[in-house]
């Protein structure tokens, strides 16, 4: 139902993503993997929690679902993008990404 | 392009075939026919069914960087061990087809150089005269591409379990920029510890380290849902 000037929301995930996210985090393969990258143990209930918000959402439009579903993904983008780039990102593609190879290189050294 | 870099400054020796020019199809010798084909059938393989190579490939051409088989990668003999290589100055990925015996070698192999093509792409990266870059791109491909998955260092025998993962990453950087480039090891470890926490931490356009393909197909799978997820934040 969309309300008058606003565009309709929907969970950034089918609810679905999250279940299949929260039970791969889970598992044996992925703690394992994750011990032997950060020596650590994987949080997991996030997940489990988004799940949940994404249900209720579905089920109720729950305001507070909507909010701590949308609080916690933007976490995620922070954690993504919590560093300093060590180089300047372009606003163009290299512009001889596509030049033809050159056959009849000049000699240079 | 600035073509006036020396070969020997730059690695371009590792790749003897580089300069020769675009005969490298017409080769003479048997074996070297039989190495071309093979390389270009596992890299077909790799880039229509390799969850890490889709996603690559998919995110540089939304970048504006759409890669193109015959233009952007080559099949050719390389010096040594090494197994593959991106040049810049042409936008091309070397791969060394004399060195790539197995599906799942060159699937980490594209999956390595795509992640140095993703980075020319989408960032200013001085990949001749600035070693941080260098370093930084190094850093990410051996962490995105599965070259220091628990399996692959095994296979090494690197058995190491706490973040070794880590300790490979740092290690594969430094000798891939000792390949390259005529420095010390001392400076190498340097410029790669000066940039090990950003760059270790830049995951894009995964999202995530993809440690299995189970991972990169997630990975994948969110890169596709892209849209709805950023307008939904």
Redesign the interface.
Same mark, same amino acid.
């Given at each position: 139902m969309d309300r008058s000037g606003q565009k309709l929301w929907r969970p950034p995930r089918a609810c679905d993503d999250y279940w299949s996210e929260f039970r791969h985090c889970k598992s044996l393969w992925n703690r394992f993997h994750h011990y032997y990258t950060h020596g650590t143990s994987p949080s997991c209930q996030q997940w489990k929690e988004d799940y949940r918000n994404c249900r209720e959402w579905e089920k109720r439009k729950s305001t507070e679902a909507k909010e701590a579903l949308q609080r916690s993904e933007r976490n995620r983008v922070a954690e993504q993008t919590k560093f300093t780039p060590v180089w300047k990102l372009r606003q163009y593609p290299p512009r001889d990404w596509n030049m033809p190879l050159n056959q009849d290189k000049p000699q240079d050294s | 392009?600035d073509?006036?870099k &020396?070969?020997g400054e730059y690695g371009y020796e590792l790749f003897p075939h580089r300069?020769m020019?675009?005969n490298k199809q017409g080769s003479i010798a048997e074996g070297q026919f039989t190495f071309n084909h093979k390389c270009q059938i596992m890299l077909q393989f790799a880039m229509e069914t390799s969850p890490y190579a889709k996603l690559l490939l998919s995110a540089m051409k939304n /970048?504006?960087?759409k890669l *193109?088989k015959d233009?952007h990668f080559s099949c050719e003999d390389c010096d040594g061990t090494v197994s593959g290589g991106f040049d810049a100055s /042409?936008? &091309?990925i070397v791969l060394c087809q004399n060195n790539i015996r197995q599906q799942s070698h060159m699937n980490r192999v594209v999956t390595h150089e795509l992640v140095h093509a993703f980075? $020319?792409?989408?960032?200013?990266? !001085?990949w001749f005269n600035n070693l941080?870059?260098l370093a930084?791109s190094e850093i990410r491909a051996a962490n995105l591409s599965g070259d220091c /998955? *628990?399996s692959t260092e095994a296979a090494r025998f690197n058995f190491g +379990?706490?973040? $070794? $993962? &880590?300790d490979c990453v740092r290690g594969r950087a430094i000798r891939s920029i000792l390949a390259v480039r005529k420095i010390g090891q001392e400076e190498a470890e340097k410029i790669v510890n000066e940039?090990f926490?950003?760059?270790f931490?830049?995951?894009a356009p995964f999202?995530r380290?993809p $440690?299995?393909k189970? !991972?990169a197909n *997630?990975a994948y799978?969110?890169y596709e849902?892209r849209d709805?997820?950023? /307008?939904? +934040?």
């Amino acid at each position: 139902m969309d309300r008058s000037g606003q565009k309709l929301w929907r969970p950034p995930r089918a609810c679905d993503d999250y279940w299949s996210e929260f039970r791969h985090c889970k598992s044996l393969w992925n703690r394992f993997h994750h011990y032997y990258t950060h020596g650590t143990s994987p949080s997991c209930q996030q997940w489990k929690e988004d799940y949940r918000n994404c249900r209720e959402w579905e089920k109720r439009k729950s305001t507070e679902a909507k909010e701590a579903l949308q609080r916690s993904e933007r976490n995620r983008v922070a954690e993504q993008t919590k560093f300093t780039p060590v180089w300047k990102l372009r606003q163009y593609p290299p512009r001889d990404w596509n030049m033809p190879l050159n056959q009849d290189k000049p000699q240079d050294s | 392009m600035d073509h006036t870099k &020396q070969e020997g400054e730059y690695g371009y020796e590792l790749f003897p075939h580089r300069n020769m020019g675009k005969n490298k199809q017409g080769s003479i010798a048997e074996g070297q026919f039989t190495f071309n084909h093979k390389c270009q059938i596992m890299l077909q393989f790799a880039m229509e069914t390799s969850p890490y190579a889709k996603l690559l490939l998919s995110a540089m051409k939304n /970048s504006g960087c759409k890669l *193109f088989k015959d233009r952007h990668f080559s099949c050719e003999d390389c010096d040594g061990t090494v197994s593959g290589g991106f040049d810049a100055s /042409s936008s &091309q990925i070397v791969l060394c087809q004399n060195n790539i015996r197995q599906q799942s070698h060159m699937n980490r192999v594209v999956t390595h150089e795509l992640v140095h093509a993703f980075d $020319h792409c989408r960032a200013d990266v !001085d990949w001749f005269n600035n070693l941080r870059h260098l370093a930084c791109s190094e850093i990410r491909a051996a962490n995105l591409s599965g070259d220091c /998955s *628990f399996s692959t260092e095994a296979a090494r025998f690197n058995f190491g +379990l706490k973040q $070794h $993962h &880590q300790d490979c990453v740092r290690g594969r950087a430094i000798r891939s920029i000792l390949a390259v480039r005529k420095i010390g090891q001392e400076e190498a470890e340097k410029i790669v510890n000066e940039v090990f926490n950003t760059c270790f931490n830049d995951h894009a356009p995964f999202g995530r380290i993809p $440690h299995s393909k189970k !991972d990169a197909n *997630f990975a994948y799978r969110d890169y596709e849902n892209r849209d709805r997820y950023y /307008s939904n +934040l």
